[in-house]
């Protein structure tokens, strides 16, 4: 899975972080640190933490079906 986050649209709310810990981090009050290429294992957090994204500055990519 791969993930890409707007930079430009986040608005640093956070929900990502709260939702994802071990993907997503805030740098600060507004920086985003983001693992792009997260684990499989994180899969449903990470689709909880785009969802949740009241900008919805969360793109998450599933290489899987690439991968075979």
Do not use: K, T, W
Not at 34 to 51: C, G, L, M, S
């Amino acid at each position: 899975m791969r993930l890409v986050v707007d930079l430009n649209r986040c608005q640093g709310y956070a929900q990502c972080a709260f939702l994802a810990p071990d993907v997503f981090a805030m740098h600060g009050e507004e920086g985003l640190l983001y693992d792009p290429q997260a684990e499989a294992a994180q899969r449903e957090r990470v689709a909880q933490a785009a969802a949740a994204c009241p900008v919805q500055a969360i793109l998450v990519e599933d290489l899987e079906a690439s991968d075979a």
